[in-house]
């Protein structure tokens, strides 16, 4: 057994141009912190392709491919033959299709048109035998009724903002949820109510770099060795020895973003083998 934590970012978006100006220090700096791979979503067509392409250049990125809801009224019509494409084109490093689901805060695009969207893109996991990492702000219930239609679809709440009942459902339907930094902000008491009804077979973590840093770090742009603090802080709420619980969280993100067979492309093995030290 390690006897140091080794930790799993994911959602973390290092492709955006957020990033462009330290990006190689960025990643240097999540690997040195002990982060063992991070899993990189695209929000459109150009971000999924940057995620795909930073993949392929960095052993422990991973990317997802998929048009986000806040995006989507700006895709072309013929986005998801490119999503395929995608997939296709950087086969060996594509986990997942994602970021993809339902946003209603205000000023996001019709929420029929988010919904067309997000059922699309259900089916191409599907279709590719890829599961989805899903956005649910505001539309969390939506989002799981969504979801329920397509059977044996796996996937991962993102940046989980539902109650402890939500949580209760996603689980039943074979979904992870993961948690961001802002589980450790002060205000956020139903989010952790949400983490303690989530059983630890099913829990993830991540950063959603660049935004949404745990504290100590906010106010900063936010960072995949930022990871840190939230998978400490977590360790704390559930009372639970940190060195656990990263390795239950790694053990379920494998299992997550290695439940398709992608042919001679062992994931399992891709992810052990590209590992940082």
């Known amino acids: 057994m390690s006897e140091e934590p080794s930790y799993i970012d994911t959602h973390a978006h290092v492709q955006m141009a957020e990033f462009d100006g330290d990006r190689k220090d960025v990643l240097r700096r999540c690997w040195d912190s ?4 991070i899993v990189c979503p695209g929000v459109d ?30 895709a072309p019509s013929d ?21 993809i689901g339902l946003d209603f805060k205000e000023g996001t695009p019709d929420h029929m048109v988010q919904l067309r969207f ?3 893109q259900l089916q191409l996991a599907v279709d590719l035998g890829l599961p989805v990492i899903v956005h649910s702000r505001l539309a969390v219930v939506e989002c799981l009724r969504a979801i329920s239609h397509f059977v044996g679809l796996h996937g991962v709440m993102h940046c989980f ?32 109510e949400a983490l303690n009804a989530c059983p630890l077979e099913c ?16 106010g900063k742009r936010n960072e995949p060795s930022f990871v840190v603090h939230t998978y400490h802080a977590v360790a704390s709420l559930l009372d639970r020895d940190v060195i656990d619980l990263s390795q239950r969280i790694e053990q379920t993100a494998r299992e997550l973003f290695n439940h398709h067979d992608r042919g001679e492309h062992a994931r399992e093995k891709d992810i052990q083998d590209h590992t940082q030290p």
């Not at 903002?161 to 139903?190: I, K, R």
């Open 161 to 192: 903002g539902g109650t402890p009942v939500d949580v209760e459902q996603a689980v039943g339907m074979g979904l992870c949820v993961s948690f961001t930094g802002n589980v450790t902000y002060p205000g956020a008491h139903a989010t952790r």
């Open 118 to 120: 997000f059922e699309e």
């Open 79 to 99: 986005y998801l033959a490119q999503l395929s494409a995608l997939v296709a084109r950087y086969r060996e490093k594509t986990v997942a299709i994602g970021e």
């Open 45 to 74: 067509l150009a971000t999924s392709n940057l995620a795909g392409h930073l993949a392929q250049q960095e052993p422990g990125v991973f990317a997802a491919v998929g048009v986000h809801p806040e995006d989507c009224a700006d």
């Open 203 to 218: 829990l993830l973590l991540e950063t959603d770099s660049p935004y949404m840093p745990p504290v100590p770090m906010r």
């Open 34 to 37: 002990g982060v063992r791979w």
